[in-house]
């Protein structure tokens, strides 16, 4: 692994490095703070996980993070799950996603871009405004510190003016798209039991509108709790009855006040996928999520007052609500409310193109299909101003880093990052002073002890192990929601290393320091002892234009045999003859191993994915080892149910 790609693919600049925040914050710790003045990000990354409490208090000096009352130390305990950060220490996230607007009250905040790819601002001190506006309208609706907020809304300026309010207030936000069907949104409201909830009466996708007031209705009667209801009409539409105007909460002029509440006092909550049973209800803090966020944009993402910030996502995907977060660092974010491939599959080049984008985030699925459809960014578009692209949702393939080389720009900062929603931040991934090589995210991050272990909990260098994480984190759930004794957290990440994060990915740690991701590791592919990923597969099929997309499964045999199916969906006109079929396996024989060819090949209607996009391959699993449908999938969590009746079908044929 560490000799397979000796050169790198790009290279900052002497220039470029002397100008990045992380130098300059490593400059100025060493002068405060002992870090290494010598060694670049390495010696960095080192001292910040071997003095943890001494970086992170690092991190809150440098962004001047405002403690109303100050902490008693940085780490109250260190044990995991259960590490105490910053006890006695009051803020509020809020206040610091706001603080740009006392320097730059006119410049844009949030640019808000629809269908129709055109741009509208709205400035610090209107987001201000409207903030101060909603968090007073909540306190008169009895909104108190710790009542759960909702939103059902798009990726709309709305959405974070409720965000921030709800914050402003102490109150606990939680959001979902309005694509979620009414079942998949219960299965995560109806576990917080939300006082408020903001609704749109519909959003746009794909050049139509899709009318949500019947959803919105069947939420009203689920969710008990309710006191008030706020509508959004995105459509044009009145307000259903009992239900409050969004414009008469937000036009008086009030400066927010900002509830002062302790660093692990709950920010939001988040939600797991929930393919496999109802979804883990994710609570992190106000204080974690500050400094974390402050911290991966700040100092990886290298974002500041003079950026431009895009990330394709949804309310329903944590990127949305670290995308927020943007203004933390002074950066103008950029929503995007729309279909990723609207009117054609360049849409999301000409926002970037159109909102002067300097950090421009999309999945790794988004990149394939431009290089797929032979989309020429820099060719089409204007794209002098990004400076980076950064990819997630899965890995990104090695044609996906030649590609945006080639056809973006060669002085292209590629940035594959990897985290999760479980943390809502990044394990591993940009660092602007470090090289970029082919099909590997940079580096592990700041304060991050990030290892791969063997299942005996040896660490290993050049080989694939399980993602682990040694030391706590300040963005790692407080805990989740309804789970009084703290199980369900535990079994969750701490039940295989006792103290030990386990993700559930498989990642190799190269002797240069940086990191490959191989997939998810509870449906990992192991045949004759050997563990390989599912996403080395996907990456060398799927570059063959007959390929649109593919699923592998390996699955243990009652008679200790190993099936591994590979399904694959065909590209209009394609069809699976044997050519194909002989083409499939030489291209994972040659590009992979042998140990990598699947038993079957299997052409399939389409591959099922969880609402933010990721294939679903545990659940096909369970159903072709035999469990019922309704036990092996939460039907809410899947995008296109109907699919897993071929899957369905064949394990009934199967057994």
Not at 358 to 371: K, N, P, Q
Not at 433 to 446: F, H, M, R
Not at 467 to 486: A, E, Q
Request: hydrophobic share 40%; with cysteine; net charge negative.
């Amino acid at each position: 692994m560490s000799t397979s790609n000796p050169s790198p693919l790009w290279q900052p600049t002497g220039e470029r490095i002397a100008q990045a925040q992380i130098t300059k914050f490593q400059t100025w710790a060493a002068e405060q703070h002992g870090a290494p003045s010598e060694g670049g990000y390495a010696a960095l990354h080192r001292w910040s996980v071997e003095e943890l409490d001494t970086f992170w208090k690092a991190v809150t000096e440098w962004f001047d993070v405002r403690f109303s009352t100050p902490y008693a130390r940085v780490l109250g305990d260190r044990s995991m799950p259960g590490a105490e950060w910053f006890p006695g220490a009051t803020l509020n996230y809020a206040e610091h996603a706001l603080r740009a607007a006392d320097t730059r009250s006119d410049e844009p905040a949030l640019l808000y871009v629809d269908e129709t790819h055109e741009a509208t601002p709205i400035s610090w001190s209107e987001l201000r405004r409207q903030v101060g506006s909603l968090a007073a309208e909540l306190r008169a609706l009895g909104v108190r510190p710790g009542d759960r907020v909702s939103g059902y809304l798009p990726n709309i300026p709305q959405a974070v003016v409720a965000l921030l309010a709800t914050a402003a207030v102490g109150g606990v936000w939680t959001s979902c798209a309005p694509d979620f069907g009414a079942r998949s949104v219960l299965d995560r409201f109806q576990q917080v039991e939300p006082v408020v909830l903001f609704t749109v009466d519909g959003y746009r996708y794909g050049g139509k509108d899709h009318d949500r007031r019947d959803t919105v209705a069947e939420l009203r009667r689920e969710l008990p709790t309710l006191r008030a209801v706020v509508h959004i009409p995105l459509l044009g539409t009145e307000a259903p009855q009992g239900a409050l105007e969004w414009s008469a909460l937000t036009s008086a002029d009030v400066k927010p006040v900002f509830e002062q509440v302790p660093f692990d006092h709950p920010l939001w909550v988040l939600y797991s996928s929930g393919t496999t049973g109802l979804p883990k209800a994710i609570v992190q803090s106000q204080g974690g999520i500050l400094v974390e966020h402050l911290k991966q944009l700040g100092l990886h993402c290298d974002l500041g007052p003079e950026d431009r910030f895009f990330w394709y996502t949804s309310t329903g995907w944590m990127m949305w609500n670290f995308l927020v977060s943007g203004l933390l660092t002074g950066t103008t974010i950029v929503l995007y409310d729309g279909s990723p491939g609207y009117p054609d599959t360049g849409a999301q080049w000409r926002i970037a193109e159109r909102t002067g984008a300097t950090l421009f985030g999309t999945s790794a699925a988004y990149v394939m299909a431009c290089r797929k459809a032979g989309v020429r960014p820099s060719h089409d578009f204007d794209l002098a101003r990004v400076q980076c692209v950064a990819t997630t949702g899965s890995p990104l393939p090695p044609d996906g880093f030649r590609y945006l080389h080639d056809e973006v720009r060669a002085d292209l900062w590629i940035a594959s990052v990897s985290g999760g929603t479980d943390v809502c931040s990044c394990f591993a991934g940009a660092v602007p002073t470090l090289p970029v090589y082919i099909g590997e995210l940079q580096a592990p991050g700041l304060g991050t002890d990030l290892q791969s272990w063997d299942p005996s909990g040896k660490p290993l260098i050049d080989e694939v192990g399980e993602l682990v994480v040694t030391n706590p984190m300040p963005s790692m759930p407080i805990r989740f929601w309804n789970d009084p004794d703290g199980s369900r957290y535990h079994d969750s990440y701490f039940d295989t290393y006792p103290g030990v994060w386990r993700h559930g990915d498989w990642i190799t740690v190269t002797s240069r320091g940086s990191v490959v991701i191989h997939g998810r590791s509870d449906s990992t592919l192991n045949r004759q002892g050997v563990r390989m990923g599912s996403a080395d597969i996907y990456e060398a099929v799927e570059r063959l234009p007959e390929i649109k997309e593919s699923l592998v499964i390996g699955i243990e045999q009652p008679d200790g045999g190993y099936w591994m199916p590979l399904f694959v969906h065909l590209a209009p006109g394609a069809a699976l003859d044997e050519a194909l079929l002989t083409r499939i396996k030489q291209t994972i024989r040659e590009q992979l191993s042998p140990r990598h060819v699947p038993d079957e090949v299997i052409a399939v209607p389409g591959v099922p994915h969880t609402l933010t996009g990721k294939r679903i391959e545990v659940p096909i699993k369970r159903l072709l080892q035999g469990t019922a449908l309704e036990k092996a999938v939460n039907l809410g969590s899947v995008d296109n149910v109907e699919l897993l009746r071929f899957y369905e079908d064949l394990a009934r044929k199967r057994a």
